[in-house]
């Protein structure tokens, strides 16, 4: 379609004056008020339905409508409450499902400026659009309010539009001032004009001195100097939050809704507990350290709320807790990133069900190409001014994350920057970690993640919480002192004089990623905090590694304790290195000497005052968020014993699979169940979908000679396999014991054959294999440290007095794929059965209180 073809405004004097209006443009009126666009837009409107256009107009704000119902005008309501990207992407669909020479008239843009807050958004929106419009050869009215803006946004809606006009009523009649006018020109486009008509069919240039100085007389009369403000509207609206505090409870009340709406987010649950423990001045704290515009997000609103009510609740407490100086960068820069640089539409693309992986990818791949603006360049400098060389780590901090519903956990990524080098050296080492972040959201994981949870279509966005890193520099290292994740619930009770109510807390030496993250052959140290001396083992699991980052290097790594215990002071060995004095000895005995040295972290564990603390902090954030919370934390020490917690991030003590909190028994009829257990499950809570079901029959394993029995863990490590690469959640069912060394007690496998396992089950087979998850195994370690769920299910015999059900026969008409899976023997047709369970909408829920768990078709 040619873009040179002109349309009819429906006043001939402007379209004399623009050489017409043309398919493709996105025409901006500034204006002081709405019945100047109404000039403008019912003669256009009259126009369109007269020559049978298709007009649209997208109603949004609050202002007076610009056009009443009638026929050949469709209008559209959209509600900006729902946010940029929501609002956003609802507009962009219906520009794309009118197609081509479409009119569209929009409500002033000025209101989402005050519905959002920031001229941030207000001009992404506008630059989201104009790009479809241009494409699908559509025309467009907008607005935007004189004196209400700040001169940067104005600038760039000016960019942005292929026609800007001002526009101003007065006694002598409408004013034009053509200010840019694309790819056209004439001797007298850019003077000002003024209607010498009604019906619009004159508009002349001001060319004579006194006519001249009378539009700009009036101009300046009104205030109006182009909209040349310094300050975005975000700006202007905590300076007037500030003003806020000496107001009445109600004004204050009100201002506080607004700040947790644009700042924090829209969780109810989370809204209740900000309006209880956060005044004004903490949200304007808050935003002094916010680099651009809109929320913080999840993971930066939990540290700070865990932070707000140890200050609030327990002042004793607060004297342990580490000040913190973070920085957050909000979900504009993010979005202003995606529109800076041309991928608007991929982002559309990747909204949709058709583009939702394949265009993630594609976007994905260009993110680390692209640039910020200048202005969000020069913020991100000043912050790394901030922390000098001290290092830093740059975390996903989503809308949805870490709130009450879904955890996202370890969905998005966190990058340590260790912060060495020249400035610029560090600056480029963080922008390219802020991409990395941004790229994690459209991992293939995280979509999946999502769309399993009906949130592929929700509004995600993306802020960023920068931390330093809590710790010390030990020679050319920098770590914590220790570093870990607690609970104020603990889920995995292995001895019954531990009081589950008391929490559990996993600690390791250096950076505290050894405690969140999965790890083989080493162990976290793991105790309940009302017994912490009790270990869930009689054997010594040690870590022998620790993480920390090298500064010469400047990178994060992995090394053996042995290997840096020369650069620790004395101080911090007696505290945490132990030796293994026996084995040391048996060394000496052949004329070797060598430490063997590795760390519990008793001292730590056994320091009263420290699990005393840590108790007491989450019990307080649980009794206030009313519901079991983890949090993650550092600690560090001085040489005279005096330590500093420093919370570094809280959520709601999220369940296995979906993250959601709230997890009650669904009542299932029993041909819908696969079974339902009335006790005997660990690792709760739990709510999610099963893919495969991997079932090692009872009788069919008995049968087996006792040499074969040796052969069926390596076909559960290919099922295993063939799980972890199809990113398939797996439930693995077999008798007896999992992971027992005699084949006569169950199937021996080893924890590397089921580590991709999202739930083991244990049945009973007669008198000879019986479930027994043995509190003192290296086994049990592995499953508490992967968080695996575990559930013993006894044939009904043994199930005496328990309303319990057990029913493999559901899969009857399931295809068994066993000898579908790559690289098995298909020799155990017999013993082995795998149910793709993913079409059948297969789902776990366990409920930790009551230790109950269902496993049902939906």
């Known amino acids: 379609m040619p873009r040179t073809q002109k349309i009819e405004s429906g006043l001939p004097g402007l379209d004399k004056v623009l050489q017409g209006i ?22 256009l409107a009259k126009k369109a339905i007269a020559t049978g256009r298709n007009i649209i107009y997208f109603r949004f704000a609050e202002h007076p409508p610009l056009l009443d119902e009638q026929e050949g005008l469709r209008i559209i309501h959209i509600n900006p409450d729902l946010g940029f990207e929501p609002f956003t992407v609802t507009v962009n669909k219906v520009i794309y499902k009118e197609g081509p020479k479409t009119y569209y008239i929009f409500d002033s843009l000025s209101e989402l400026q005050s519905e959002w807050a920031a001229d941030f958004m207000m001009r992404n929106f506008f630059k989201a659009l104009c790009p479809s419009i241009r494409e699908l050869g559509s025309v467009a009215y907008f607005s935007i309010m004189r004196q209400k ?3 940067k946004a104005i600038q760039q809606v000016r960019e942005a539009a292929d026609i800007y006009i001002n526009a101003l009523d007065t006694d002598e009649g409408m004013y034009v001032h053509p200010l840019k006018v694309g790819r056209r020109h004439t001797d007298t486009m850019f003077l000002p004009h003024l209607f010498t008509d009604k019906e619009g069919n004159e508009l002349i240039p001001l060319k004579d001195g006194i006519s001249t100085s009378k539009y700009y007389s009036k101009l300046g009369a009104k205030g109006i100097a182009n909209g040349r403000r310094n300050l975005d509207n975000w700006d202007l609206f905590f300076m007037r939050a500030n003003s806020a505090i000496n107001q009445s409870q109600e004004k204050q009340a009100e201002i506080k809704d607004k700040v947790y709406r644009i700042l924090i987010g829209r969780d109810k649950k989370r809204e209740s507990l900000f309006k209880e423990n956060f005044n004004i ?10 680099i651009g515009s809109g929320s913080i997000g999840g993971k930066a609103a939990g540290m700070l709320l865990a932070r707000k009510i140890i200050e609030n609740n327990r002042p004793d407490l607060s004297k342990y807790i580490e000040p913190h100086d973070s920085f957050y960068i909000g979900t504009s820069v993010f979005y202003t990133f995606l529109i800076s640089n041309n991928w608007w539409k991929l982002w559309l693309e990747h909204k949709s069900s058709e583009g939702y992986f394949l265009a993630a990818r594609a976007l994905k791949s260009q993110l680390i190409h692209g640039d910020f603006p200048e202005l969000v360049q020069d913020y991100f400098k000043i912050m790394l001014d901030h922390f000098g060389q001290n290092p ?5 901090s989503s809308f949805l994350e870490d709130g009450f519903g879904n955890a996202f956990a370890g969905k998005y990524e966190s990058v340590f920057c260790v912060n060495k080098g020249t400035p610029e050296e560090r600056y480029e080492d963080f922008v390219k970690a802020v991409k990395e972040v941004y790229a994690s959201a459209l991992d293939e994981s995280a979509l999946v993640y999502r769309q399993s949870r009906g949130l592929d279509k929700a509004d995600e966005q993306m802020s960023i919480l920068v931390q330093r890193v809590s710790g010390s520099i030990f020679d050319d290292i920098y770590m914590p002192s ?3 994740v607690a609970y104020s619930t603990n889920t995995y009770v292995w001895n019954e004089d531990i009081d589950a109510d008391a929490g559990l807390v996993r600690i390791v030496a250096g950076l505290g990623t050894r405690a969140v993250d999965r790890i083989s052959n080493d162990y976290p140290r793991i105790a309940s905090l009302d017994k912490p001396s009790l270990k869930p083992s ?4 040690t870590q022998k590694y620790i993480d920390v980052l090298n500064l010469n290097e400047n990178y994060f790594e992995t090394i053996r304790l042995e290997d840096i215990v020369s650069k620790l002071p004395s101080w911090y060995q007696r505290m945490i290195i132990e030796h293994d004095r026996e084995a040391e000895e048996l060394l000496r005995e052949k004329g070797i000497e060598k430490d063997i040295i590795s760390t519990t972290c008793d001292s730590i564990i056994n320091n009263e005052e420290i699990v005393t603390t840590l108790r007491e902090i989450l019990s307080t954030i649980h009794d206030h968020y009313n519901y079991p919370v983890d949090v993650e934390f550092t600690i560090n020490f001085s040489q005279d014993g005096d330590f500093l917690i420093n919370l570094v991030q809280c959520r709601p003590l999220q369940a296995k699979g979906s993250g959601a909190q709230d997890v009650s028994i669904p009542t299932v009829s029993e041909d819908k169940t696969f079974f339902h257990l009335k006790r005997g499950t660990m690792g709760g809570p739990v709510s999610m979908p099963i893919d495969l079901v991997a079932i090692v029959d009872g009788k069919g394993y008995y049968d087996l000679p006792y040499n074969s029995k040796y052969s069926i863990p390596r076909e559960i490590e290919m099922i295993n396999k063939y799980a972890r690469e199809y990113k398939k959640s797996l439930m693995l069912i077999g008798p007896g014991r999992w992971g027992t060394s005699s084949p006569d007690l169950g199937v021996p496998v080893r924890f590397a054959q089921i580590s991709n396992v999202s739930a083991l089950c244990e049945t009973s087979f007669e008198n000879d294999l019986m479930p027994e998850l043995s509190f003192g195994s290296h086994f049990f370690q592995d499953l508490v440290e992967s968080n695996i769920f575990y ?19 559901i899969f009857d008409r399931t295809e068994n794929i066993y000898t579908k899976i790559p690289s098995v023997t298909q020799n155990y047709t017999d013993v082995i059965r795998v149910y793709d369970t993913s079409t059948l909408k297969l789902y776990l829920v366990a409920n930790s209180a009551s230790n109950e768990a269902i496993c049902y078709i939906k």
């Not at 709405?34 to 837009?41: G, L, R, S």
């Not at 830093?392 to 996903?396: D, F, K, L, Q």
């Not at 009689?538 to 699991?541: E, T």
């Not at 559930?791 to 199930?799: C, E, G, H, M, P």
């Open 22 to 43: 043309r398919l493709g443009e996105s025409i901006v009126w500034q204006i002081s008020n709405i019945d100047n666009y109404m000039y403008f837009v019912k003669p």
């Open 149 to 151: 803006h700040s001169y």
């Open 281 to 290: 001045q903490d949200y304007l704290d808050i935003n002094d350290r916010l």
């Open 392 to 396: 830093i780590i740059v975390r996903s």
């Open 482 to 484: 220790v570093a870990g």
């Open 538 to 541: 009689a054997k010594k699991f």
């Open 791 to 809: 559930a013993a299910i006894f044939d009904r015999n043994f199930i005496q007095g328990e309303d319990s059900v057990y029913r493999p026969e």
